[in-house]
């Protein structure tokens, strides 16, 4: 047998994985696109007419190394929040920063909570330090604030993590909840608050920002209400010391010009955000609407996708697969209790009508198969 | 004093860094932009417009998240270099990856070996998760082959790093002496061959792909040649288990789409590529003669630069400062031997014009400063 060099223990021990299927490796194994694209909560409506114009005046500048201190798009968000620039750091998406957090603070057998089907993609950070996962039940469809705390305080746990709206189910705590949460946590333990969906809540959802706090990190992106998935730009907004911790390990030169621009101009058109936020609302009311037409109940939403419950673990991955049959892609979760639901993002009336006939068929599929 | 969440003890330990000061920072300070910019190898003649124009079609579906797979540009990255899919991963450039390899294989204390003055970017990574760089001087403007293998063994080294064509000195190792090198080290050291410049250099210098053999892995960009460094595209090609291992750690939804479809749009334009290099190989030409034309020599360059020895350390730092002051942005070697070199990266002719004006008159000042 051929000799190799050693990954680390650590490394050989990992499974080679993936946080999620990308729906293009779906549509090549089926051979045909899908008609509908509802399943990884992206922004169907799409970015604002002056983003498109703004990557294609950065795309002359491609040749240049973007900022590493991604110094314009800082200062107007230190503007739009009411922070510094210095409470700011900028990456490759809520995924690529959560991965410089576990670096940060996970070592083997580090204790972090987080709740029992929560972001995969955290857990798969988490795992690829060596963390050791501690997981609070949901409560009902919500996450557990007085779970996760006690399971903080019990393990003396370094990272806590709390989505705030709640993905997969789109739940969410009122502001004062989450602020009783974060003053009841440990001095020493992080809390990492990702706010991917904060634009699509309500604004009595999202505590006001605490500048000089030590133990809390909110994350952004604008992959979700902004439509730049596919632009990879998050940050973290946190207190200065922290935030300055991030440049010991950060990809320096990591964000591209691009991106940064694209960030920017997505950022400055209020108008577009606004009636992108009404496109989002209409949506969710429409798609709870399909679900009630069909008998079902769907959970309310903060965020750009609505959990419908189909009633029971079985049929709901029928109908998921049902809809896949049929080139609509959407997902589901996977843990018990919340696996009695699938989940669809909002999207352009056109898909949604495909998935309205889709899912009709789905569920009547799945009822006969019974 | 507030009790903060604690960093692991080696993340405590590195400072708040940055492998370089980019090029805005200091445009920041001086309060006026470059006139030339020549600093950071990037390539000033600028991508295809076939580039640009795949940018702006890409920027259409910025919604979606990048295919985690980015299957369409491996498939051809696989068919340029004769090799398969499965030997290649495609990351945030060769940063990025360069990040990942040293999170695989290196544990605190892990021996790494490259060479003293050799890619800062490297060593910075290495820092950050602990490992033990073993420095191998320089022969000469050359990576010293020899000194780098016997390092390796000795050290039992299980990461090797080394640049060809080389960064800073633009220096070349022709490929028979590479492919001795590479069978030369341990089975057990994996050897990190950058070839950021790989496309700029003659092919001479390239040795064939053995996409079989587990101890090497190549590294190439999209960065340098075809002028995409502020996109942020590079790729390993290595034998196909080794390359499942970026599978356990990376960010699987990191690279944008439109990156995806800029680097294949740069691929395909070979007419354009072949102009490039003619564009780079004349320019080198110029740079070459301007340091003539100034009584001086440069070191025959296989990159997108040209480094240029002006005498001495302080000869060639007060250059440096005295083009940085005239608004001419380049950087400089600062390890003993190599620091008697400035670095300047070729460019469009107005730009190498200005340098020419301002590097007579900043030899002038230093010369004079004597």
Known sequence: ?????????????????????????????????????????ENGFGPSPRVIEAIGSAAHHVWKYGDPESSDLRAALASEHGVKPENIVVGEGIDGLLGLVARLYIEPGTPVVTSLGGYPT????????????????????????????????????????????????????????????????????????????GETAPASALPHFEPDRPNV???????????????????????????????????????????????LAALQDKAYLHKTLERVSACRDRLAAIAAANALTSIPSATNFVAID?????????????????????????????????????????????FEAAFAEALAAAHNRR
């Not at 992959?223 to 940050?235: I, P």
């Not at 991030?246 to 960030?263: C, E, L, W, Y």
């Not at 998921?320 to 609509?328: F, N, T």
């Open 1 to 41: 047998m051929t000799r190799r060099p050693p990954l680390t223990p650590l490394a050989q021990s990992l499974p080679s994985t993936v946080p999620f299927v990308g729906p293009e490796t779906q549509e090549r194994a089926a051979g045909r696109p899908f008609r509908a694209r509802l399943g990884a909560n």
């Open 122 to 197: 955290f857990n798969y950070h988490v795992a690829g330090f060596g963390g050791r996962l501690v997981t609070v039940p949901y409560a009902g469809d919500y996450e557990n604030l007085e779970g996760l705390c006690e399971a903080a305080i019990a393990e003396n746990a370094p990272l806590v993590y709390l989505s705030n709206p709640d993905n997969p189910m789109g739940t969410w705590w009122e502001a004062g909840e989450v602020q009783r949460f974060i003053e009841s946590l440990p001095e020493t333990s992080m809390l990492i608050l990702d706010e991917a969906y």
């Open 217 to 263: 990190l909110r994350m952004r992106t604008f992959s979700k209400a902004y439509a730049l998935a596919g632009m990879r730009c998050g940050y973290v907004i946190g207190e200065p010391e922290t935030i300055r911790a991030f440049d010991k390990i950060r990809n320096h030169f990591g964000m591209p010009g691009v991106t940064q621009a694209a960030s």
């Open 310 to 354: 189909c009633g029971g673990r079985a049929t709901a991955e029928a109908v998921m697969q049902g809809l896949l049959e049929r080139d609509v892609f959407v997902r589901k979760p996977a843990t018990p209790g919340l696996d009695r639901c699938i989940r669809v993002s909002v999207g352009p009336d056109d898909e949604i009508d495909v």
